[in-house]
T-cell receptor, first 112, second 114 residues
Framework: AQSVTQPDIHITVSEGASLELRCNYS??????LFWYVQSPGQGLQLLLK??????LVQGIKGFEAEFKRSQSSFNLRKPSVHWSDAAEYFC??????????FGTGTKLQVIP | DVKVTQSSRYLVKRTGEKVFLECVQD?????MFWYRQDPGLGLRLIYF???????EKGDIPEGYSVSREKKERFSLILESASTNQTSMYLC?????????????FGPGTRLTVL
């Protein structure tokens, strides 16, 4: 069965610092991978997704993620965090015509 | 602008009540989903529907049922609410076909069962 692990429950970074959120997946075939963001009081919004091609994926709001098959990882990065990035981030995995499995989320706190 | 709306942001019900959560999407999407979100557990799929009157169980369907009579509307029903169903409920929709299509989420309904 497919699964997603987000090892960090909570991360705190200073505004302007770089960010990396970790995601590891378990799936036998080629996965489709997603990062979603949930701002306080809102539903989830797609940041970016990978399903083929270039392993470095660019998303909205200045985020990027890199698919590393050898490490079963799909880490999310941003070079300079803004206070508005404070939110909860979810990694998710699926394959063709399978349900999407979400990770448990990482809450990001941004301090001035 | 794409939109998924949920009938209530906050709902308080008593144990044993029948509860209806409504979700409407305006994107003509084939797929609709109901998730439950709990701290430390992420999102767990309750039910999904890939067409009108069609439904499939997700990971945690016990205690829930769904209805999809029209393409744009997907209802989650708690036949007899219990305190362990206190949670945030998220509805989502997506285009039909492969599951790598983006899911669009509503703002959620926070349900408290007393």
């Amino acid at each position: 069965a497919q699964s997603v692990t987000q090892p960090d429950i909570h991360i705190t970074v200073s505004e302007g610092a770089s960010l990396e959120l970790r995601c590891n997946y378990s799936y036998g075939a080629t996965p489709y991978l997603f990062w979603y963001v949930q701002s306080p009081g809102q539903g989830l919004q797609l940041l970016l997704k990978y399903f083929s091609g270039d392993t470095l994926v660019q998303g909205i709001k200045g985020f990027e993620a890199e698919f590393k098959r050898s490490q079963s990882s799909f880490n999310l990065r941003k070079p300079s965090v803004h206070w508005s990035d404070a939110a909860e981030y979810f990694c998710a995995v699926t394959s063709s015509y399978q349900k999407v499995t979400f990770g448990t989320g990482t809450k990001l706190q941004v301090i001035p | 602008d794409v939109k998924v709306t949920q009938s209530s942001r906050y709902l308080v019900k008593r144990t044993g009540e029948k509860v209806f959560l409504e979700c409407v999407q305006d994107m003509d999407h084939e797929n609709m989903f109901w998730y439950r979100q709990d701290p430390g557990l992420g999102l767990r799929l309750i039910y999904f529907s890939y067409d009108v009157k069609m439904k499939e169980k997700g990971d945690i369907p016990e205690g829930y049922s769904v209805s999809r009579e029209k393409k744009e509307r997907f209802s989650l029903i708690l036949e007899s609410a219990s305190t362990n169903q206190t949670s945030m409920y998220l509805c989502a929709s997506s285009l039909g076909g492969p599951s790598y299509n983006e899911q669009f989420f509503g703002p959620g309904t926070r349900l408290t069962v007393l």
